[in-house]
């Protein structure tokens, strides 16, 4: 099972490689990783998406939890957070499937942030799951370059996670 | 006062009560070796090799319970430690190393003597400082030796570039330490221990299993009470000898691989396991499937990444084992009654252990011809002081020890257990000697392992170090050629050890005392003499070749299914 875990670092020379080493050596998969300082200057904040079965993602939790530099864990595999993704995609579009790029660049609420007479390069963002669905639908078009920032989350309600 | 940042290194060990370091000079480290040849106040030990240094500080951190210091330069200096790190960190010993590193302005340059020691050894340390300011200086030693020795202690590595080294600034050590995202959690939850009070009195079958965790927590006291209250039998891992007195009878002695028959039963046919600073290690579970079929499962421990990492747990408790067994100690003591009812209902499961101990004991066929090594273990229990520190190195004679030489008191087995590091027994025995000059220090070895430390003799020598070296020389590397006797058809693949070495002129080479003999009429002898000897002495027994370490749980065999017969 797929799960989200935000991830609340001090700012420690290291830190990054301390968590990605911690994965790889314990075999735990990664799917995406982001990694940003927080409104709190000593801190950052990473959001990892893994995967694994409950046992796996209790020992993710704990290895984490672990490391000297992480202040905070949270698993968000409920279903209680909203997360978004960005993606830039350049695709082809010629004569007839220009039109076929911009109907789905509006579907999708996405933007054109550049063109030239062969190619759109669009800017969509949303759930990972939509992002997924946009990509389907513009692959058959011709796919040139594809960069997805990972996925970030934030927890739903009105209570806020300091960092 | 203004001291520069090497001065101020060493104001930070003795701060932090440090009196020994075990450490190898180098260009990174020469400031340093500058600053500490006006300082008196701790005693350096050059070993002989950096790796021999870092078992050192490991050897006198497990004796004493204090953290233990190694210092090597950079590069290679550095790298060299990289194995006794690794020894530390799997057995959570905690330990400083510093290391050199060349000038902040030059990392990442491929200097001179430079590598990327905190990259390399991330995965087996508990966490690791770049110095990048020589005012961090004071605050991250503090950080460092308060992380070693808290929650569930292990190696933390400071490297420190010459530039910072040199640097000045005024010399404060901070009073206390605040680290907001290390908070090890040291109390058991009352409710949990509460609860696992009433398991223990639900079963009737129970075995405390016991690991390291109560020896580097110096719990041995509160389970001894505990174990002999409830009156339930203690089985201990290697890591964990000597937290239950060996002698005792409700001791099974180790489990496992090469642990006990009875030890092995009583897990299988236990309704509940109490498993205290112990993490359920393959060697210790045999086939995972079929360990402890009956039992329910009470895991106390300080890292609760340990709980339920190989075994399902039905009831954990994430605290320090000491503070647990008092709480559990307390209450046993409010239920007198019941606690007496529960020992009387434990007879069935006494006697059947007692029918287990009878029908297979710990036992080797002597012989008047030629020297069995467990009966030189035996012997060296016999003639040894009550608190002789025994310091292991890795293969049959270890399993040996471990089997024969019944330790009743805590730190008292040194030993590499999690990683296994032949090369370890030496260097150990040295750093607990150095920490402990008038007690009786003594290495046992094979004949392999021993090389793989051998220069050390040099370090013992120079500096009064007693310590008694046993080798039990069976001219094989033993465990593996037991392995290749019994998996692989005798095709014993480069583990004879073709050239017989001459170990009675290597001792007077470095200046120590020699002795040798394949007779058993003569151990105890040779014992005696070698006891008798002020300085370091090397015992050589020839042993016989192809005795095997039994019983055997083969590798991914069930705990019950041992191999009993030599
Ligand atoms: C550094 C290292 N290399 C290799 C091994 C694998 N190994 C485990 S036991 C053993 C044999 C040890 O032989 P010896 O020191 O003579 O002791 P014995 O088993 O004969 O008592 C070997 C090679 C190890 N544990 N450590």
Same mark, same amino acid.
């Given at each position: 099972? %797929? ?51 409950? %046992?796996?993602?209790? %020992?993710?939790?704990? %290895? ?40 789905? =660049? ?8 550049? =063109? ?48 | ?29 020469? +400031? ?166 009433? /398991? ?146 434990? +007879? ?17 066929? #002597? ?31 270890? /399993? ?52 793989? #430390? ?105 705990? #019950? ?6």
């Amino acid at each position: 099972m %797929q799960h989200t875990i935000s991830v609340l670092v001090e700012n420690e020379f290291g830190v990054l490689s301390r968590v990605a080493s911690l994965f790889s050596g314990r075999g735990f998969n990664i799917d995406s990783l982001t990694v940003a300082p927080t409104n709190d200057e000593g801190l950052s904040r990473m959001t990892i998406v893994t995967r694994g079965d409950d %046992q796996i993602l209790e %020992q993710i939790n704990k %290895q984490l939890n672990k490391l000297i530099d992480v202040l905070k864990v949270l698993d968000f595999s409920d279903g209680s957070a909203i997360e978004r993704e960005m993606a830039l995609i350049k695709v082809t579009a010629e004569d007839e499937s220009r039109a076929e790029v911009l109907r789905i =660049v509006d579907i999708f609420r996405a933007k054109i942030i550049d =063109v030239t007479p062969k190619s759109y390069t669009i800017e969509a963002t949303g759930n990972p799951l939509k992002i997924d669905a946009i990509l389907d639908l513009l692959r058959p078009l011709g796919l040139k370059e594809l960069v997805r920032t990972g996925a970030v989350a934030i927890g739903r309600g009105a209570k806020g996670w300091k960092g | 006062m203004r001291m520069n940042g090497a001065r101020i290194m060493l104001e930070c060990l003795k701060k932090e009560g440090v009196d020994t370091v075990f450490g190898y000079p180098g260009g990174t480290v020469i +400031n340093i070796y500058d600053e500490l040849f006006s300082f008196k106040e701790i005693r350096h030990i050059l070993p002989r090799h950096e790796q021999a240094g870092t078992h050192a500080a490991d050897g006198y951190a497990r004796a004493t319970g204090k953290v233990g210091v190694a210092l090597a330069t950079s590069g290679p200096g550095a790298t060299n430690t990289v194995t006794g790190i690794a020894t530390a960190y799997m057995d959570s010993i905690p330990m400083v190393i510093i290391t050199g590193q060349v000038p902040t302005p030059l990392i990442g340059n491929d200097a001179f003597q430079e590598v990327d020691i905190i990259g390399i050894t991330r995965p087996c340390t508990k966490h690791s400082f770049l110095i990048r300011d020589v005012k961090d200086v004071a605050s991250i030693m503090k950080k460092a030796f308060f992380i070693a020795r808290t929650g569930r202690p292990g190696p933390v590595l400071v490297d420190f570039p010459k530039d910072i080294q040199v640097a000045q600034t005024e010399f404060v050590y901070p009073e206390t330490v605040e680290i907001r995202s290390y908070k090890p959690n040291l109390e058991g939850h009352p409710r949990q221990v509460e609860k696992a009070f009433k /398991m223990i009195l639900e079963s009737r079958r129970p075995v405390l299993y016991v690991g390291g965790g109560v020896v580097l927590g110096d719990a041995a006291e509160q389970l001894t009470v505990l174990a002999r209250k409830l009156s339930v039998p203690v089985t201990t891992t290697l890591m964990g000898l000597g937290s239950f007195p060996g002698d005792d009878s409700l001791s099974l002695g180790m489990l496992g691989m090469h642990g006990s028959y009875y030890a092995n039963m009583a897990m299988t046919h236990s309704d509940l396991i109490i498993a205290v600073g112990s993490r359920f290690d393959d060697r210790v579970t045999g086939k995972l499937a079929t360990f402890a079929p009956h039992a329910r499962i009470i895991h106390v421990d300080i890292d609760p990444t340990s709980i339920k990492k190989n075994v399902r747990v039905d009831l954990p408790i994430v605290g320090d084992v000491k503070d647990v067994l008092t709480k559990m100690i307390k209450q046993a003591d409010k239920a007198k009654e019941k606690v007496t009812e529960f020992v009387a209902s434990l +007879n069935p499961w006494q006697e059947e252990i007692t029918g287990w101990k009878m029908k297979h004991p710990l036992s080797y066929k #002597n012989s008047s011809t030629i020297i069995k090594p467990q009966f030189v273990i035996q012997k060296l229990r016999e003639l040894s002081d009550d608190d002789a520190i025994i310091a292991t190195d890795v293969g049959q004679h270890q /399993m040996w020890t471990a089997q024969f030489f019944q330790f009743n008191r805590p730190r008292t087995l040194l030993t590499s257990g999690g990683l296994g590091t032949m090369g370890y027994g030496l260097p150990a025995a040295m750093g607990a000697q150095a920490a402990f000059p008038g007690r009786q220090v003594i290495t046992i070895c094979g004949d392999g392992g021993v090389q793989m #430390n051998i220069q050390e003799m040099a370090t013992l020598v120079q500096n009064k170090l007693p310590v008694k070296i046993v080798i039990l020389n069976n001219n094989f590397l033993g465990m593996v050629r037991q392995w290749q006797e019994l998996f692989f058809d005798k095709r014993y693949s480069q583990t004879c050890m073709e050239l017989p070495i001459d170990f009675v002129k290597l001792a007077d080479a470095y200046g120590a005392k020699g002795f040798s003999t394949s007779k058993p009429g003569d151990v105890e002898k040779v014992i005696k003499q070698a006891f008798k000897e002020n300085g370091p002495v090397i015992m050589e027994f020839k042993i016989a070749r192809e005795e095997k370490v039994i019983p055997m749980v083969p590798a991914g065999a069930s705990l #019950n299914e041992m191999v009993l017969n030599a």
